[in-house]
C-alpha cells in the first residue's frame, strides 16, 4: 500500500486515500517546535519523519524528504488533504508565539552571520574616517589663532583617539576579511574587499553579481548621472583604489578595472559556494593579462 507523509508545523503525519492513518504529534512547547523548523529550513530530516516512515511504501511531496520516498509535488492528494491543528490540539496562540520566535531567530543569525558584522565595522570605519577629518580641520583652524596650549591638548586627544580607533577597526577588518574572504583579499586587498562586499550588501549578493556590477560598485552617482544626463559611463568603482588601476596610464584602466572584476567574481563565488584557496592561481592569471595589456 502506498502512503503520503506529510509535516506540518505540529507534527508529521502519514496518509492514505481515506485521511490520516498515523502521527507524530510535536511537543506543545514553543522552543521544541521551532527547532524542529529550523531543521526542516536547512533541509534536513526530522527524526519523527524516519521513525513515522519506517518498512512504509511512501510518497513525499517535498526535496529535503527524498531518502525517505517517492518525490513527487505534483501528486494531487497533497492538493486536497486536510489537516487543521486544532483537531490534535495546538492552538493559534501557540502558533502565533512560534512564529514569533522563528522569525526573532532568524533575524539573530543574520545579525550574527560574519559578512555582516563586516559591513556594519566599515560603515563605521567611514563614520570615524568623517569624524577625523572634521575635528582635524577644526584643529587647524583653531591653530591658527593665539591659544593657550591647555585648550587645545583635551581637542587633540581627542582627535589621536579616533585616529586609533580607525586603525584599530582597520586592523580588525583585514583579519576578518583574511578568515571569511580569502581569495578575495588576495586578489583586491582585505579592504577594498571589505568596501565592496559592504555596498553589494553581503558576500553572498556579491557572489551572484555579475562582474560588470562588481566592476562599478561605488560609482552609483556616476551611474545615474550616466543615465540621466548622457555623457561617458563610469569604468570603475570602489576597485579604482587598487594600485593597479589608480597607477596605470588613463587608457589602460578600463581593461584593468575589467580584468581585475572578473577575478574578484571568481574569488567571491570561491570564498562563498566551494571554499577552494584559488587566489594563486587568479593571480597568475591576473599577471599574464596585464602583461598582455600593457605591450598593446
Request: aromatic share 6%; hydrophobic share 40%.
Amino acid at each position: 500500500m502506498t502512503y503520503y507523509l506529510i509535516t506540518k508545523w505540529f507534527g508529521t503525519f502519514l496518509c492514505d486515500t481515506t485521511g490520516v492513518n498515523q502521527k507524530i504529534l510535536f511537543p506543545k512547547n514553543k522552543k521544541e517546535i521551532v527547532k524542529r523548523l529550523r531543521e526542516i529550513e536547512k533541509n534536513n530530516i526530522l527524526e519523527e519523519e524516519k521513525k513515522i516512515v519506517k518498512n512504509a511504501n511512501v510518497i513525499v511531496n517535498e526535496k529535503r524528504l527524498q531518502q525517505l520516498g517517492a518525490y513527487n509535488d505534483g501528486e494531487p492528494f497533497f492538493q486536497t488533504i486536510t489537516i487543521n491543528q486544532q483537531d490534535y490540539g495546538f492552538s493559534q496562540e501557540l502558533f502565533h508565539d512560534i512564529s514569533l520566535l522563528l522569525a526573532q531567530q532568524r533575524l539573530d543569525e543574520q545579525l550574527e552571520s560574519e559578512d555582516l558584522q563586516l559591513i556594519q565595522m566599515v560603515n563605521a570605519l567611514d563614520d570615524l574616517v568623517q569624524t577625523a577629518n572634521l575635528l582635524s580641520e577644526r584643529l587647524t583652524c583653531w591653530l591658527q589663532l593665539p591659544t593657550p596650549k591647555k585648550k587645545i591638548k583635551p581637542f587633540e586627544k581627542t582627535l589621536a583617539t579616533v585616529n586609533d580607533e580607525i586603525q584599530r577597526l582597520q586592523n580588525q577588518i583585514e583579519i576578518d576579511m583574511k578568515r571569511i574572504a580569502p581569495n578575495t583579499s588576495k586578489i583586491i586587498g582585505p579592504l577594498i574587499g571589505a568596501r565592496l562586499i559592504a555596498i553589494a550588501g553581503g558576500m553572498q549578493r556579491m557572489a551572484l553579481l555579475p562582474a560588470s556590477t562588481i566592476q562599478i560598485l561605488g560609482a552609483e552617482k556616476a551611474l545615474f548621472r550616466f543615465k540621466k544626463e548622457g555623457g561617458r559611463p563610469p569604468k570603475h568603482g570602489v576597485i579604482f583604489q587598487h594600485p593597479l588601476i589608480n597607477r596605470a596610464q588613463k587608457t589602460e584602466r578600463g581593461k584593468i578595472a575589467r580584468l581585475l572584476a572578473n577575478k574578484i567574481s571568481t574569488a567571491m563565488k570561491a570564498d562563498v559556494f566551494t571554499k577552494r584557496d584559488i587566489a594563486d592561481e587568479l593571480q597568475r592569471d591576473i599577471d599574464i593579462r596585464l602583461q598582455e595589456i600593457r605591450k598593446k
